[in-house]
């Protein structure tokens, strides 16, 4: 097949939930027994996100969101303390941290699109509280100078790990450094429609977190704390349940399309693939590469779409560079040369595991096309 008679093929899309009977049955079990919120489907899941992050403790909640601000909250993050991240990620990150009360900072990134700990060093002082470093598109940040950065100066470190589930630092799961915290939106490698969970291996911060997201009861009617409504439903556990159980599957199938896509874009010039650094091991959420400076990204996504494949920016500007942040009093604009360039020339790739390996040669065919179109 060439590019010619893609009209009739179907649309190639940038991400695909997995859901097969198992998830249909699964469900269908947990409308039938009539309990539909946090009930024995969330434990069960719980069990399943200890695996997937090596720790003692997983604590389901609604969301990544919140997960974040759970994680934060129970660290007893808030006003007057500093807190480092990446400004190349999603709202969430930076709506969490200024939520908590603290004010954020800006480390700049690598070439692969991680937190620098170099420049996360530069900007640690007196106020510093945490850092959150983010696992972007499923590669898992340079977690040993990063978790000795905090060791020195006894800050908290809060993992981004919504797109890095079972991804791995030395043989290390993300979520097993700091306080986990990953997202099961309907885009994510797992899903659960909405969902979230924060792993941990301190029991007492386990505890908490398990009565701050039940309105803070410890037991019925008894409040131990000002708490939220964070529980997860069993309807969205029971969604994510039989894909969690082929989690290794999932991301070896995203591992060898990422393999497949990777030598398929060797020849194409304008393109820089990405980088895996060594010992790393990327659940590829997202395959993103760099096109040439000066390339009109737009032009290339929209000619790909006419081809019927989607490609997308994650994330297209500096998070703080919005309306909502750009004034805020509790947030620096810190100097980020490297995410700036990335966010002007970034691009992703379908990469998912329902697609096949002639998908994947009709995303990089589209691509080398896009580019060659004057
Ligand atoms: C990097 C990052 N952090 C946090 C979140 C928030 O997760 P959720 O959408 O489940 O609230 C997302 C998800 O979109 C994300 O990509």
Known sequence: MTLSDTSTAPRIRISAPLLGREVEALVLSVLRSGHLAQGPMVERFEALCTAMAGTAHAVAVANGTVALDAA???????????????????????????????????????????????????LIG?????????????????????????ATHGLSVVEDAAQAHAAEVDGRRTGSFGLGCFSFYATKNITSGEGGCVTTDDSMLAERLRVMRNQGMRTRYDYAMIGQNWRMTDVAAAIAIPQMERLDEISRARRDNAAVLTSLLASIPAVTTPLVPAGRRHVWHQYTVLLEPGVDRDRVAASMSSDGVDAGVYYPGLVWDHDAYRNHPRVHRDDTPVALECTSRCLSLPIHPGLTTRDLERVAESLDRALLAP
């Open 126 to 150: 007196p106020s510093t509280a945490a850092i959150v470093p983010v696992h972007l598109y499923g590669l898992p940040c340079d977690m040993r100078p990063l978790m000795s950065l905090a």
């Open 72 to 122: 934060l909250a129970v660290l007893e993050i808030g006003p007057g303390q500093e807190v480092i991240t990446s400004p190349f990620t999603f709202a969430a990150t930076i709506n969490a941290i200024l939520r908590s009360g603290a004010s954020v900072r800006f480390a700049d990134i690598r070439d692969d699109f991680t937190i620098d700990p170099t420049s996360v060093a530069a």
